[in-house]
């Protein structure tokens, strides 16, 4: 491999690590951390790649604050899970940004699966589905999305640290590579 792919990758990795660590501890990515990756990230491709690595790090930046955003406005993810795809968006251009993007979109789905069927399985928190059902019910007699809030207690009203999907699906784009 050679140093300037190994030097990217070891950026990346560090960063997206410590912010899974801060967010699964603090459920939340300091700003410092998310300026500090994408100023490495716009140096590093400036220095490995010149004036067209610095324009890919801003496209990469932007794409990745744009994957995010929608998730963001909608309450589903944090700020600073949108930074943080920014950031990595420094390192991996646009279209890598998208892809791995995207990966950790699925990846939260799942862990996100993961946290509703473990309602099944444990009596002692409220339970989704009869909310999903309702909603799923009223999308198919009406036509019409409704959006009915978790119950105090129940387990999608629960946050789940964002910055673990980033990370797995960040880094699993980064092997499938």
């Given at each position: ?110 862990i996100g699966m993961g946290f509703a069927a473990s309602a099944l399985f444990n009596s002692h928190t409220v339970s989704p589905w009869g909310r999903y059902g309702l909603m799923m019910k009223t999308l198919v007699v009406t036509g019409k999305p409704l959006y009915i809030a978790p119950q ?26």
């Open positions: 491999m050679p140093f300037d792919s190994l030097l990217m990758m070891s950026a990346i990795m560090l960063l997206i690590v410590l912010a899974m660590i801060l967010d699964f501890r603090q459920r939340r990515i300091p700003n410092a951390l998310v300026l500090a990756g994408a100023a490495t990230g716009l140096l590093l491709q400036g220095l490995l790649a010149g004036p067209s690595g610095v324009l890919a790090a801003i496209t990469g930046l932007l794409v990745g604050l744009a994957i995010l955003m929608p998730g963001y406005l909608m309450g589903f993810t944090g700020a600073g899970d949108a930074k943080l795809m920014a950031a990595i968006g420094t390192f991996l251009g646009p279209l890598g940004v998208l892809q791995a993007g995207l990966a950790s979109i699925v990846v939260g789905g799942i105090e207690g129940e387990v999608m009203g629960k946050k789940f640290p964002f910055a673990v999907s980033i990370a797995i699906g960040t880094t699993a784009w980064m092997i499938w590579q």
